[in-house]
């Protein structure tokens, strides 16, 4: 592998992804609860102890006014994204060109307040806004996404937030030697 960044440096990041990374298969003895009904999943651990979770939305029965939904509802990504650069009073092209994203693809996003972007793209614009780890699982939230410690790509970002590493070319040099996709490419 052509690495781009220090062995030392990978070598830390290396040590960081292991703590953190967690298998995405986990067994349960060939127990399935993907079979069971959508109102109860239960699952018998042994002869003493079953397991059950009832879905929070069937616990919560109640008709949703058209009014309650709106009021419900956070802001798209979109808007989310315009009222950050508002708010931080920064010019829309400089927040794309440090997210390593086209202009075309912005104005995609910035006219189409429904638009949903890749998780990339998302933690792209976060990077960009230099959002620490909770406002970024937030602003990325927008977008129906979330840091997880089942991706290594992730876990990556993760890291370089904690770092205040938020240079797109510099954490994209650290994704390419740990094999995971780039941002903005």
């Known amino acids: 592998m052509n690495k781009r960044i220090s062995s030392k440096f990978f070598n830390e990041i290396n040590r960081y992804i292991k703590d953190r990374y967690i298998e995405q298969e986990i067994l349960f003895n060939d127990a399935?609860?993907?079979s069971l009904p959508l109102e109860e999943k239960c699952l018998q651990i042994n002869e003493d102890v079953k397991v059950c979770e009832v879905p929070d939305f069937l616990k919560r029965r109640r008709k949703i006014s058209e009014y309650d939904l709106e009021q419900q509802l956070d802001k798209s990504f979109s808007e989310e994204l315009l009222f950050i650069i508002e708010k931080r009073?920064?010019?829309a092209s400089d927040v794309y060109r440090k997210?390593?994203?086209d202009r075309k693809h912005f104005s995609?996003?910035?006219n189409n307040?429904?638009?949903?972007?890749?998780?990339i793209t998302a933690?792209?614009?976060a990077l960009a806004f230099e959002?620490?780890?909770d406002e970024t699982d937030d602003f990325i939230g927008k977008a129906g996404y979330k840091l997880t410690h089942s991706s290594r790509f992730d876990i990556i970002i993760e890291y370089c937030i904690e770092n205040k590493i938020y240079d797109v070319l510099e954490v994209n040099d650290i994704l390419y030697d740990f094999g995971e996709n780039l941002i903005g490419c």
């Open 32 to 34: 399935s609860i993907s």
């Open 89 to 91: 009073n920064l010019k």
């Open 99 to 101: 997210a390593n994203i």
């Open 108 to 110: 995609k996003i910035k």
């Open 113 to 119: 307040p429904d638009y949903r972007p890749s998780k």
């Open 123 to 125: 933690i792209a614009f």
């Open 131 to 133: 959002l620490d780890l």
